[in-house]
């Protein structure tokens, strides 16, 4: 459970919270197509990453362990 | 005053001095507020040492309390208080008197700049009024791997500002050791010297930039790490893990040369537009995939304890 939590606590941090000024401004324009500038498409590396370097630590530590 | 009450209830349940849990919390929220007072000296490295200090302190096995040496106050006394205050304030005072362009050099990367990163730092400073000399001495007898801790976050953490000072120097070495690496590996490969170096091959060529220097990369490992100690650290060797964590710097900084020089030689060998469009995604792939490497090399030696710590 306290996994679970963790990981959805990193991924709630981990999204990209540029996107929601974005669609404010294409509020105006529902058909306009849409694009991450450079600063979302790093938040959103930045988060993909983290979370595989957080589910192997806790892969780590579960196999650690058990192996105790 | 609900927020108060709950924050005293925390208090009281933790294992460590309340008193050193109240001055850690005072100096926070006097560093939070001087940043708001005075934006110039905007940094959140003295903000993330001192949360550093008191979440590891709450993470330590909590012998502090049995081994104090004398009562304490639960509080730290009044007139130290109002000395720490007049401390922030006269910090305010200072920084308002300052000449504009001094306090414009925030950030900057000459000496006006790196000086006035101390004074950004110094905001921790009017901390020491709170408690007696003694007292911290105790202190940092007990809570000296969690006093270690908050001074590599204080300096390391978050290190873009050292990259871009160290950047015409290490831009050149990162190009060089590209160049050295890619060499064998495509034929005719380049090297033109610039503050960002450029990698010609004959199908692609590969400007270094900043963004390049490998900083994402510190900054991911920075973050992990923090996490792996934050839920490791009664069990960790302190000593073996500071140093895991230079080991993991330089882990990462090589890991981008070699994350680099695959793009080169990809790229110059019939992968260009793959590379070209996807760098960005596999850099932080390979960014993770190192700091797991490096992870489940030094993880078991990390949590080894000491010999003097070794159960008889």
Redesign the interface.
Known sequence: MKKFTLLAALTLFATPHLTLAHEDHDRDDPGRHRHMNASEFISAGFAAAALIGVVGYLALRRRGSRQN | MCFSLALSNIVEKLRVPRFFVWTLLLALAAAVADQFVVPALFSTAPLCALLACLVLATRSHGDALTSLPSPSAPYPVAWRVLGFFAAHAALIWIVYRLDASVSRASGALNGVGWAFLLVKFAVLAPMLVLLPWRTWRYLARTYAAEFAAAAVVLVTFFPRRVMEALWPVYGQFVGRCVHLLGWPLVSNLGYVKALYPTLTGPSLDVTILLSCSGI?GI??FD??FA??VF??WPRLNKRRTLAAYFIGVVAMTLGNILRITSFVVLGNHGFADFIARFH??A???F???V??FF??ST??WM?TPSPANRPA
């Open positions: 994402n900054e991911l973050a992990l996490l792996v839920c490791e960005v995604n850099g932080w792939l960014f993770s995939l700091f797991l992870l489940s993880y078991r949590l």
